[in-house]
């Protein structure tokens, strides 16, 4: 009787980590796909200097290739969500900057959602995302610049 509740409990546990292991594979891990793309985003790099939308854009009659282009974007994010956690941690952010940071995080990621729900992303669309990731790099740097007693 005994060993028949260890069986069903390990079994028990073994069936939710499995669950547990999938859902997380399938978790969107913020555009960290380095392996699968050849130009990730490097602003201080020779090729990035040279870069506009229009010579990235295979198929210039419909926009951006929706994986590529949100890689671009993706990637610029991941790293403004670094640079802000590591603002929190060293003490340069408050709480409520974090919080104020992070919103402006979440709503560009809600504005790529909605430009990519018909698959494609224009020229404009990208422009309009890439002026909220500068104008969010720029709030970031005055946030952890600033001389706020924290």
Same mark, same amino acid.
């Given at each position: 009787?005994?060993? !028949?509740? /260890? &069986? #069903?409990?390990?079994?028990?546990?073994?069936?939710?980590?499995?669950?547990?292991?999938?859902?997380?594979?399938?978790?969107?891990?913020?555009?960290? $796909?380095?392996? =699968?793309?050849?130009?990730?985003?490097?602003? $201080?790099?020779?090729?990035? +200097?040279?870069?506009?939308? +229009?010579?990235?854009? =295979?198929?210039?009659?419909?926009?951006?290739?929706?994986?590529?282009?949100? =890689?671009?974007?993706?990637?610029?994010?991941?790293? %403004?969500?670094?640079?802000?956690? =590591?603002? *929190?941690? /060293?003490?340069? *952010?408050?709480?409520?900057? &974090?919080? #104020?940071? &992070? $919103? @402006?995080?979440? @709503?560009?990621?809600?504005? %790529?959602?909605?430009?990519?729900?018909?698959? $494609?992303?224009?020229? !404009?669309?990208? +422009?309009?995302?890439?002026?909220?990731?500068?104008?969010?790099?720029?709030?970031?740097?005055? @946030? #952890?610049?600033?001389? !706020?007693?924290?």
């Amino acid at each position: 009787m005994k060993n !028949n509740r /260890i &069986v #069903k409990t390990l079994a028990i546990a073994a069936i939710s980590s499995l669950t547990l292991l999938a859902g997380a594979s399938q978790a969107n891990s913020w555009g960290n $796909h380095s392996s =699968h793309f050849a130009t990730p985003y490097a602003p $201080h790099s020779p090729d990035y +200097a040279n870069f506009s939308p +229009a010579s990235y854009d =295979h198929d210039a009659s419909r926009g951006f290739k929706p994986r590529e282009a949100s =890689h671009l974007i993706d990637s610029r994010q991941q790293t %403004q969500i670094d640079k802000i956690m =590591h603002g *929190l941690r /060293i003490g340069s *952010l408050s709480q409520r900057e &974090v919080r #104020k940071l &992070v $919103h @402006e995080q979440k @709503e560009i990621e809600q504005l %790529q959602r909605d430009f990519l729900a018909d698959r $494609h992303l224009s020229r !404009n669309e990208w +422009a309009e995302l890439d002026q909220r990731l500068d104008r969010a790099a720029r709030n970031i740097r005055s @946030e #952890k610049r600033d001389s !706020n007693w924290r």
